[in-house]
Each structure stands twice: as structure tokens, then as C-alpha cells.
């Protein structure tokens, strides 16, 4: 298949994958015409590459999955090099997720703070004034 249709049938554009070219993830094989020509196992290659970019993985990381593909294994992810990745990926997430965590729980009790002063201010007198909402006042 040309350039073209394996761009359409990956969901992706020919930009794209002259970039992968350029990056050595997408083979350049030429037509005796001159065009680039394409199999199945490249729209493959692209699957994969396509899937790990959606997870979060950087375009570089891909590259172990595609060359596990390459040497013929089935799946890009049982050889020793994509085993690693996703190794580091999960550490990566773990480290993200501790840290979306720290920062719920800062917000979290700052918000109860805030609750507890505002319910304090209240009782007996005027509610405070905000900004935001006094039809634009201090604006």
C-alpha cells in the first residue's frame, strides 16, 4: 500500500509517518515506481506505536515494542528491552499518582479551612463580599 492509504488506515497522516521514518520506527521500503510502499506488518508496527503514545509513552519508548515486533515476536512487549519500558513506565505513574495524591490532599484541607472560616464569619452578620460576584465591582 502507498503512503496514503497506510496513513488513513493507522488514523494518523502522511506527516506522521515520513516522521517516524526520519526516526528509524517505520521502515523505507520504495516501489519500483519510486513510492513508498507498505505491508500489514507496518500498519501493525503503527498500531503499537499508536496505542503506547495514547498510555502516555514518549515516541522514543516506543522503539523496544517496535523492534520486538520486528524480530518476529507476535506481541512488541515480551521482549527483555519492552519489559523494561513498561517498568519504567509504571514507576513513572507511581511517582505521579503520589504526587496527584499530596496534591488533593493540600487542596482538601485548605478547602476545609476555608469552610470552617467562612461558616465562622457568618453567623449574626453580613456574608462576606466577593469580587467575583458583586456584579462587578472592583472589576
Known sequence: MRIGELA??????TRTLRYYESRGLLPVRRAVNGYRAYDE??????????????????LEETRPFVECLRA????????PASLA????????????IEQLQSARAQVGAQLARAELEAQAEVPGGPEPRCALTDGGEDR
Open 72 to 79: 518476529g515476536h507476535p506481541a512488541g512487549d515480551t521482549c
Open 41 to 58: 506488518e507496518d500498519l501493525r508496527l503503527l498500531q503499537q506505536i499508536r496505542t503506547l503514545q495514547d498510555f502516555g509513552f514518549e
Open 85 to 96: 519500558v513498561y517498568r519504567a513506565k509504571l514507576g513513572e505513574l507511581d511517582t505521579l
Open 8 to 13: 488513513e488506515r493507522a488514523g494518523t497522516t
